[in-house]
């Protein structure tokens, strides 16, 4: 593996420069590095704050990684070997240890490691690939006492599979996030007894195959429109009170009972970790938690990308490389027009750059019906020169999640009452992200007009 070469033991150096800086070490960045060395990139540098790279995956021991991407089925560790390998054979320096303190505007990049020290790095584009965090118990109003054996499904998941060690011998998973059914699976695996899973919403929040092949295979309960109503204990967890929830989602206390346990995972939530985009004075979506992006996934702030987890939670790692690959791609174009910029950070003063923003203004995408949330927000015209309508990729792929359950529904895409794609579904939930492509030459070309999604009745 390449390590940055312009540093030299503890020294403080505040001249560094890159094309392109990869905020992020996981999946999303991986890709994100390759696509920008592929698309001729000259210095693509990857900056990770663990001692290692692969984010969450190499602790993902289980199948279902890489059907679409690779056309098989891998572990976790094993899809992220492959883009680890990819990434250094095609020259990518890498930075482990080093925390991303700052991220400005001008692209420039600011890091502390315990071997250099603090760097300044000047950059031509800038990724960020920053990934998620578990929604932890201080983000839920949950009664009880603080008792030891309380844990994130991603936590219970290190733990068991990354340090060898059990949470408990009893547990209880609150919500039917991913992980936490993963993780019922796994906890049955190692001999822990899975006592249930309660989930608040009517329906589950993972993929229905997860449920499918970690709680029915091996008959652990899944309670829906339950939620946990205490927390009992006062060293070590004693077990909960599970209850059903009203209109309101409130516990209805009288129809409660008890559940004996020594552990309790929490998978009730994914955010994207975003403390550096907001304070860079990137737009946020309030819907996603991530930044708003071009189907280039460029974010509001020129030359600064986002994508993976980041942007918004995803449910298969193959679409988080897609998002990589496609930002990698852009911002390595971006980096070589701001390389013919005579200084950096003074956009359209160059010739090449002029020529680039009139040939390519953006439209909105926007939820309509029973649509929580769409992503890109925002889609690039190439307007009307045939070698920018060339250039641009063919299909506008646009992911999306339903608000609501539904079945024998039909996905359109319209823009100004004229719908340009209509999609059968039998059956949509907001567990399951959808994605839907645009033909582009089937939009019109006019400013102002926005794209709507929406999932209608059939």
């Not at 027009?337 to 923003?357: F, I, N």
């Not at 949509?428 to 007009?449: C, F, H, T, W, Y």
Request: proline residues 6%; glycine residues 10%; neutral net charge.
């Amino acid at each position: 593996m390449k390590a940055f070469p312009g540093l030299k033991g503890k020294d403080l150096r505040k001249d560094l420069r890159a094309d392109v800086a990869v905020i992020g070490g996981g999946p999303a960045g991986l890709a994100a590095a390759v696509a920008a060395k592929r698309a001729g990139a000259e210095r693509v540098v990857v900056i990770e704050r663990d001692v290692r790279l692969g984010g969450i995956l190499p602790q993902c021991i289980h199948t279902g990684f890489g059907l679409k991407w690779f056309g098989e089925e891998l572990t976790g560790p094993e899809y992220a070997a492959r883009f680890v390998d990819e990434a250094a054979s095609v020259g990518v320096e890498f930075m482990l240890e080093t925390m991303v303190l700052e991220v400005t505007q001008e692209r420039r990049v600011a890091a502390v490691s315990p071997r250099h020290g603090l760097i300044v790095l000047q950059c031509g584009a800038i990724i960020l690939a920053m990934g998620c965090r578990e929604r932890p118990r201080g983000a839920l109003v949950l009664p009880g006492t603080r008792p030891a054996g309380i844990f994130t499904a991603g936590t219970a998941q290190r733990l068991v599979n990354i340090e060898g060690v059990l949470p408990g011998r009893q547990a209880v998973i609150l919500g039917s996030g991913d992980v936490g059914l993963i993780m019922a699976r796994r906890l049955t695996l190692e001999g822990v007894k899975v006592q249930a899973v309660v989930e608040i919403m009517t329906y589950p929040g993972g993929l229905a195959r997860n449920v499918q092949q970690c709680l029915r295979d091996f008959d652990i309960p899944l309670y829906l429109g339950h939620t946990i109503s205490r927390i009992h204990g006062r060293d070590r967890l004693e077990g909960v009170s599970v209850a059903p929830v009203d209109d309101a989602r409130m516990p209805i206390a009288s129809e409660e009972w008890f559940i004996p346990c020594d552990t309790l995972l929490f998978s009730v939530g994914l955010i994207p970790e975003n403390e550096l985009s907001a304070a860079c004075g990137i737009e946020i979506d309030p819907a996603t938690g991530g930044p708003v992006v071009t189907d280039e996934m460029e974010t509001s702030v020129p030359g600064i990308f986002a994508c993976g987890n980041v942007v918004h939670v995803h449910d298969l790692v193959d679409h988080v490389t897609e998002d990589g690959m496609v930002a990698g791609a852009a911002a390595a174009a971006r980096a070589r027009v701001e390389a013919r910029t005579p200084v950096l950070g003074e956009v359209g003063k160059d010739a090449g750059l002029e020529s680039l923003q009139v040939l390519c203004t953006t439209g909105e995408i926007r939820p309509g019906r029973n649509v929580r949330y769409v992503v890109p927000q925002r889609f690039v015209r190439h307007g009307d020169a045939p070698a920018a309508a060339a250039a641009a990729a063919r299909t506008l792929t646009i992911s999306l999640r339903p608000s609501e359950p539904a079945e024998n529904v039909v996905l359109e895409v319209s823009i100004a009452g004229r719908v340009l794609r209509r999609q059968r579904k039998q059956k949509v939930r907001p567990g399951e992200m959808i994605q839907v492509n645009v033909d582009r030459l089937a939009i019109p070309s006019e400013k102002g007009d926005t794209l709507t999604v929406s999932i209608v009745e059939r």
